[in-house]
Nanobody, 115 residues
Framework: QKQLMESGGGLVQAGGSLRLTCTSS????????LAWHRQAPGKQREWVAT???????RYADSVNPRFHVWRDNDANAVYLQMTNLQPHDAAVYYC?????????WGPGTQVTVSS
């Protein structure tokens, strides 16, 4: 069964950093791109960053250049390093990929930023 799982969320003060990790069972990230999204209370889910199967990365303007996404093929993990976090970054963060036209999402990890 293919699954994604996020970890690394938590509470951080404004200006602080967190590193999120997305791992998987049954999905090889080296063969599939992966995206990070976030959803704050009362707001729509928004795309944050993507690492393509070939390794190219893209970022939403709201997080560039504070966030950095990369993939570790040996660990089969994708990381999202978030720096200079601000209260508006607080949200549940999700990783997402598509395999043969089917989308997979993790359950999300909460990021809370105190001002």
């Amino acid at each position: 069964q293919k699954q994604l799982m996020e970890s690394g969320g938590g509470l951080v003060q404004a200006g602080g950093s967190l590193r999120l990790t997305c791992t998987s069972s049954g999905i090889r990230f080296s063969a599939n791109g992966l995206a990070w999204h976030r959803q704050a209370p009362g707001k729509q889910r928004e795309w944050v960053a993507t690492v393509a199967a070939g390794g190219a990365t893209r970022y939403a303007d709201s997080v560039n250049p504070r966030f950095h996404v990369w993939r570790d093929n040996d660990a089969n993990a994708v990381y999202l390093q978030m720096t200079n976090l601000q209260p508006h970054d607080a949200a549940v963060y999700y990783c997402n990929t598509e395999v043969r036209g089917r989308a997979y999402w993790g359950p999300g990890t909460q990021v809370t930023v105190s001002s």
